[in-house]
């Protein structure tokens, strides 16, 4: 059991050799390397490693067993925490066993000779036939700048072997139950301080990939898997928002493609696009794109189609007539006359008020004087009314006529809808071709309004009521399609929020994978250095040698590859080992790990390491 002080070599920690590899790869984003570190941490619970400010050093004092194993009354073995080695023998069935399980199972809970037997009979006889009560351990430790310590394991009168009550102790204080205390869970992994005579012989037993599992373990590896396996998880889940959108997305597609909508035509035509654009999307589902639709804003403008009213044809008409009649009671000849009459007077007035009373120019018998001269002016008076009431009928007259005429002139025809068929169209652009065929005469032109514009205004209500009904079908069928669109374009946002967390994690994910290989020759470098040189101690006599330790392969293919030599030709080291040799072997892999300077443990405990050794070998 040797009381170690420290351990010779420089030990890179897990996180050191990441933080080397990430450091040497400038062309991995800086997002993804703090995702591999923000792993790592997860993986080891916020801490790389155990560091300085882990565990204190610790050394092993003592190991009190009563009613366990081979042990019956309360037996004691005192060490002596110091640098060096000691050594306890005796006879077989002594004991010497039953101290290194007890220790064991304080430590980790469980032996790996139980463990390992599928026999129940290795678990049923842990209690001492012939005392087995009390039955307890305690193991006695000394901490450095702490003092000591003691961990005990008691088990009640009749209690199973997993029934016991494990507690801690320091000094004379009060016990705390378990040993979580000691921060030693994630040491006992990476440093575990116990190799027994069963562990030892098995080491090869399993094959290349229980040897991978067992390096792997001691080196720290399965703190990159676990890394590895954690950014997996992390980028199925964010990758679930957009493995959600795209399913959303082709089911969306597969949904417009039963409709003939040329919205529906539109928005596949944008779903097939990389990027898929969504605000064009968004548009088409809220009816803000319809600019880009032909069919909705045609049938929209014909189902508002504006007409006469036939309330308005019949005014219409009836001015007009009424301002021909008007115009038509004032005869244009006596107008004509009467416009001439006054033009006359105008012209004698001017000659009297130029010269006096005189003789009339024209006929030398009347008299043009004063008396005539305001007879004249009445004349005129009367005669200026007749002429400005029939200016104001003529005037009526004109502006009816425009009226009606400008009604008719202003109507055009409906321009057909894309892709749809509206029977009442033609029907309407044929009214609208016959009631601008104006004719000439007042007359006429009442008659043909009242005729052409009256199935018009038919033909246009029926037209509307078509289109109307054509964009309530086409509406009913395009609302839940809008919903869905727009019911994706929220899952394609929240896909698309997390694109760069996505990216980060998965060049995160494919960087850890595609290093492990370098991460694992980093690691196990210094320990394969430090196990080449405690075999060529033990070794001794033997003509094998072992050149180099490797760790090849991944998943069902893993293997530890030790290359060696036998006086000097290359060959597979474990082909041409004894039992003996593959003894010292595993010890020379077992003990760097366990004697590492970043372990709490300043011990390790070894249960008959030399029991199958080639007898010619100390």
Known sequence: MPQQGGAAGAEQSVHDVILELLGDDGALPDAAKDVVLNALAEVSGGAAEQTQSGPAPTFLSSISVSGFRGVGPSARLDLYPAPGLMVVSGRNGSGKSSFAEALELTLTGTSYRWFNKKESLWAEAWQNLHHPDPCEIQVGFTREEAGPFTVGVDWGQGAKLDGCSTWTQAGGGKRIDGTDALGWSRALE???????????GRLFDGGPSALYDALAKLLGLDALADTEKILTARHKAIKAASDTADAERKRVLAALSEHADERAERATKLLRKRPVPLDDIRALATGAGEAQSDAVPALRALSQLEAPTIDGVEEATRQLRAAAKAAADSATAAIDLTSQRVELLRTALRFHDQGGDADCPVCAQGRLDAGWATAAQNSIADSEELLDEYRATAQQLKTARSNLTALI??????????????????????AVAAARKIPVGDDDLAAHAESTLTELIAAAETLRAEAADELARRETAWAPLATQLGGWVGLEEQARAVDDELDAVGAAKKWVTEHAAAFRNLRLKPIAAQARDIWHQLRQESNVDLVEISLEGTATRRKVVLEGAVDGKPTKALSVMSQGELHALALALFLPRATSAKSPFRFVVLD?????MDPSKP
Do not use: M
């Open 608 to 612: 008959d390491p030399i029991q199958a």
């Open 409 to 430: 002139q202003g109507l055009t025809p409906a321009a057909a809808v894309p892709g749809v068929e509206l029977p009442a169209l033609s029907t309407y652009n044929d």
């Open 190 to 200: 990476l440093h575990r301080p116990l190799l027994s005579y069963e562990e030892l």
